[in-house]
Structure formats: C-alpha cells, structure tokens
C-alpha cells in the first residue's frame, strides 16, 4: 500500500491538462463491444477503474491494447456474455455492459456492481428500462441474467435522472427495431459524449443534453477512432485545490459551461475566475469565505463527485457552510478525516454543517473512497505541517498522475510505500 505525503501551506501556480473524462470513456468502453469492427479510443487516462474495464473486455473474448494513452479493442472473437463476478464488485461501471451485451449477444450475466462505498445505488431503473424493451431478468444469489429474443423499441419514462440508466437505455436500444424514446434522461456531458460515439459508429441517436433522447435502431455498427471529452470533476478538483491553497491554478481542456455552478460556488468563496475556451483560470488568496449553501444535484447541478472537495474547501473558510447531498446516502464518509485535522463539522442525515476554522492542520488520514480521497488532499494542501494519506488505491480509481500534475503546480508531496 501507498500513501501521500503532503506539506500544506505552499501556494500553487501554473496549468494542469486535464486528463479524459473517466465517466465518458468507461461508457465508450461497453460501447465497443457493439460492433465487430475495431474501435480506438484516444487519450485513455492510466487509471484503475479504465485497467478493470479492458480486463473485463479481454474476459469477455475481446482484444484490448495499450498504446501509449491510446486504447484498441477488437471484440470480433468475444464470445461470453458472462462477467466475471470479481472484476464486476470491483467496479461500478460494469453496469454498463448490460445493454451492450444483451445488444450483442441477446444475454447477459453479472453480479451485483460494486466501486466506491458510497450508498445503495440500486439498479432498478437499469432493469426496468431493459424490460421496456423486452428483456427478461432473473436476479437471484446476488446475480443478474439477463435475456431476450430481440429487443424492441419502446417509450421509457425513469423516475430520477439516473447516468447510468440512461447510457444503459441508450446501449440497449442502439440496434433495437424501431424507435425508442427515453424520457427523463440524464442531461450530463458525458451521456452527449457517449451518444456522439455511437452515431460516429453509425446510429441514429439525437437529444443527448436534454431529458428526452430517441434512438431510432440501426442494423449494424462500425469501428470508429474517437477522442473523448476531458475530466470536468478533474479540473473541478484542481481548482477547488488551487482555491484552497492559493495562488493561481489554470486548468486546460474541460469548457466553463460543464462547471458552471462551481465556479459560482468559487467566486462566492472569494476567488476570482476566468475563462476562455476551454481553459479556467481561479485565482485566490487562500483566505476564503464559507459558501452559504450546496446542494448537490444533477446536471447542470452542483456535481456530487466535487461535493467532498468542496467541503475540504469550506472547513477553513470564514464562517459556515451548509452542504446537503441529495444522490448518495453515505457520502459524507471522509468526515470523520477532516475532524482529525481540526475540522468543525456535523452530519445530520444528508446535511453536514461546516464551520469554518482559520486553518486546518496536518495529520494522518484514511481514504475512504474516491472523492473522498480527493477531498484529504484538497484540505491537506491548505492545511499547516504534514498530512499523510493512506490508501491512494481510491485516488488511483479515478486521477491520472496526481502527484506528478501537482508537483508542476508548486506543491510539495510524494508518493511512498508503507
């Protein structure tokens, strides 16, 4: 096992590249077992959780390879609809494979997902949607199975906005016969991203950002050499990161319009924010004002992947802070590493009350999950003396080369094994 060590008060200075969005190429990942053609994906960040996906692919019968940042797969020869349960409790997003399964193969098998611990996240809407379009599911032993003779446009109504469901909608119904319409679909950038890469293989898919997308199938797939949106959470977490420790972070890659609250949320803490294209700038004098309130949301929300962070944030600003998480139960798990650093916050169902100190300090900290983990380095970089962050396998989940981005910043931390 790993841990950071990181000595807080150093002020950051430059411009982080903002590596691809984990939560757009996961997706694509399933996606390209819907065509027989080779399919390139570029730009794939070297994280853990894009490591589980391709081994998933290669259990499946596909051929996965690495070339620098850039992913091949080949799943001409899949030829398993089944899962490994192991690689599937590791990993949340094999959720996704469902509709690209029984797309392919008419039948799916997999355990129950796993990923971080951060609530229940039932599925239900996952399998509703499936039977819509003419699915049967058999769950059992912690097992799902999945089948059906031909899948079978329809109109799906989900009852919450859910990402997951709705790619799952649109990986189901891609090569469907006839038209499906899907209503109260997830508005995220990365379900935009993910409808652009099927319609570069040759679908018929429109209404992506909004909450109603119509799929109309389409007979066959091709190949396709795709760039993926860049990490908005990423370049959230660098300027939540920058704002805590002062100085001026630019982050470059991800457009204004996908962090639109946050920068709000920013500028009320006292920072100063500029933007052009596809870079933000945040400038800050590390001494911050408390944000009255955040609740988080879906997009265009307040993200709850930047919810963490954003009270690492608040526990040393003036004043006090009211942050209320509206899409998982338990995720206010990091709250107890804060308090050993002189964090004044209380949890109360949903809602954590944060008042603020003049300065947090250093101490040793478990991660508990990823944004979690992401949330200890933000308050450690801000925090006087040295923190240690132990188990950096959450970190690994979802930042591309954390230490190394922050170092060209200014801060001062390493990398270590206990």
Do not use: W
Request: proline letters at 4%; aromatic letters at 4%.
């Amino acid at each position: 096992m790993d841990k950071l060590l990181i000595t807080g008060g150093e002020r950051l200075f430059g411009s982080v590249k903002v590596s691809a969005a984990k939560n757009a190429v996961l997706p694509l990942f399933a996606a390209s077992v819907l065509t027989e053609e080779r399919v390139t994906i570029r730009g794939v960040p070297k994280i853990t959780d894009a490591l589980c996906m391709a081994q998933i692919l290669r259990e499946l019968g596909a051929e996965v390879t690495f070339t620098g940042g850039d992913v091949t797969i080949d799943s001409a020869s899949s030829c398993s609809h089944e899962i490994p349960p192991s690689l599937t409790r590791e990993l949340r997003s094999s959720v996704f494979m469902l509709g690209s399964l029984l797309t392919r193969f008419r039948r799916a098998l997999i355990a129950y997902p796993g990923g971080c611990d951060i609530g229940l996240r039932p599925i239900d809407m996952h399998l509703q949607a499936l039977r819509r379009l003419g699915v049967t599911i058999d769950e059992h032993d912690g097992y799902i199975f999945c089948k059906c003779d031909c899948l079978k446009g329809a109109d799906i109504s989900l009852d919450f906005p859910s990402v997951g469901a709705t790619e799952n909608v649109l990986l189901a119904a891609v090569k469907a016969e006839g038209r499906t319409v899907l209503r109260g679909a997830a508005r995220e950038p990365e379900i935009v991203d993910l409808q652009n890469f099927l319609n570069a293989m040759g679908a018929k898919i429109a209404g992506a950002g909004g909450d109603v997308i119509v799929i109309d199938g389409v007979k066959r797939l091709s190949g396709v050499d795709y760039t993926p949106m860049k990490d908005r959470i990423e370049a959230g977490t660098y300027l939540i990161m920058g704002a805590a420790a002062g100085g001026e972070v630019e982050t470059e890659g991800v457009f204004p319009e996908n962090l639109g609250l946050l920068l709000h949320k920013l500028r009320e803490n006292g920072c100063k924010i500029g933007a052009k294209n596809d870079k933000i700038r945040v400038e800050s004098s590390g001494k911050l004002r408390a944000n009255r309130r955040i609740e988080t949301m879906p997009f265009p929300g307040f993200p709850t992947d930047l919810q963490a962070q954003a009270a690492a944030l608040n526990s040393g600003a003036e004043g006090s802070a009211l942050i209320t998480e509206n899409l998982f139960e338990t995720r206010f798990k990091y709250v107890p590493e804060l308090k050993k650093m002189g964090a004044d916050i209380e949890v109360k169902g949903r809602t954590a009350l944060i008042r603020g100190v003049p300065r947090l300090h250093g101490a040793s900290l478990l991660a508990g999950d990823l944004r979690g983990a992401a949330a200890l380095v933000v308050a450690a970089l801000g925090a006087e003396g040295v923190s240690e962050v132990l188990d950096l396998t959450h970190l690994d989940r979802g930042y591309e080369d954390l230490v190394s981005k922050l170092k060209k910043l200014g801060a001062k931390l390493r990398r270590v094994r206990v």
